[in-house]
């Protein structure tokens, strides 16, 4: 949630002079970084709790990793998206689809 909200504290801050761009989008990558990074650590300790045998193992895996890859590919459209509406949409979508996701992964029941 930090990277959409240094997102938009950039474009809102510092709209038409540049200042401070430089490092804010400095940790707006490094909190993009740190995320991912937390990502992927996670989803491979619970896919590997999760599946039910170690020959399965390898297909879960698989599976993950390409519903984890799926968003990187759609870098391309956002930057469309940012020529075309701007920076602001792009970081407040962002900013919705994270709350989105900690509002679903708030509803998940244990074990």
Do not use: K
């Given at each position: 949630m930090i990277a959409p909200a240094l997102g938009i504290f950039l474009y809102l801050g510092s709209e038409g002079t540049g200042r401070w761009a430089f490092s804010l989008f400095v940790c707006i990558v490094l909190a993009?970084?740190?995320a991912s990074t937390g990502i992927d650590l996670a989803t491979k300790n619970q896919v590997l709790d999760l599946a039910p045998d170690e020959?399965?193992?390898?297909?879960?895996?698989?599976v993950n990793d390409t519903l984890v890859g799926l968003p990187t590919m759609l870098l391309v459209s956002t930057g469309f998206i940012i020529d075309v509406f701007g920076f602001l949409p792009v970081f407040v979508g962002i900013a919705a689809l994270t709350v989105a996701g900690a509002v679903g992964a708030?509803?998940?029941?244990s074990p």
């Open positions: 993009i970084g740190i020959a399965v193992r390898p297909m879960y895996i698989g708030s509803r998940l029941r």
